[in-house]
């Protein structure tokens, strides 16, 4: 039997609806006015506060749970279902919290070059042949690894006039479906 092509799969806003879930906590716990299409993944800029502050609300949400509670994206179930049979698949974190605050470590170093290699190393790692994430950065990173990035949703954060080669944009699981479909 030959063995099946992987899909990396991150969670944030592709397999979960984490901006709705985190704007919604941040607005109760810290009196906060943000909508989901304020969000990005630069806690310190978005509440506009330090980094100290940043990572000791981050340990409020990672103690409440936040995480846990966010909705998924229901339409991902039946095509992940379809992809399964087809495909390996794989879930992959990018969330801004492990890779900022843990792995990389400074939360200003999202441009950080051995960061972003650390990120095309794991996928590489993982042998993922396509990547699907709503973030360009790790879109665009996967692609510089020859993997295949399927860049999720028309979200705020996520607008670009041009793609890098072998970054394909779709708009949700419907486009997903569609886009291997194809293949
Ligand atoms: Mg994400």
């Not at 509440?47 to 990572?55: I, L, M, T």
């Not at 966010?70 to 379809?82: F, I, Q, R, T, W």
Request: aromatic share 12%; proline share 2%.
């Amino acid at each position: 039997m030959t063995k099946k092509e992987i899909i990396a799969v991150d969670i944030d806003d592709v397999l979960a609806t984490n901006a709705e879930g985190f704007v919604e906590f941040s607005n109760k716990r810290w009196g906060t006015n943000l909508v989901p299409s304020d969000y990005h993944d630069h806690w310190a800029e978005l509440w506009g506060v330090e980094n100290h502050e940043a990572v000791a609300r981050a340990d409020v949400l990672v103690k409440d749970g936040v995480f846990r509670s966010y909705n998924h994206l229901e339409d991902a179930l039946p095509v992940l279902s379809k992809l399964s049979k087809r495909f390996d698949l794989v879930v992959v974190n990018f969330k801004g919290l492990f890779k900022e605050v843990y792995f990389a470590g400074i939360w200003d170093e999202i441009t950080n070059h051995s960061a972003q290699k650390g990120k095309g190393d794991l996928l590489k790692e993982i042998g993922a042949h396509y990547l699907i994430d709503d973030q360009i950065k790790h879109c665009k990173t996967a692609a510089e690894h020859d993997i295949e990035a399927l860049l999720f949703g028309n979200y705020s954060w996520n607008r670009a006039e041009d793609l890098p080669a072998g970054v394909h944009r779709v708009s949700n699981w419907r486009g997903v479906a569609e886009f291997f479909d194809a293949r």
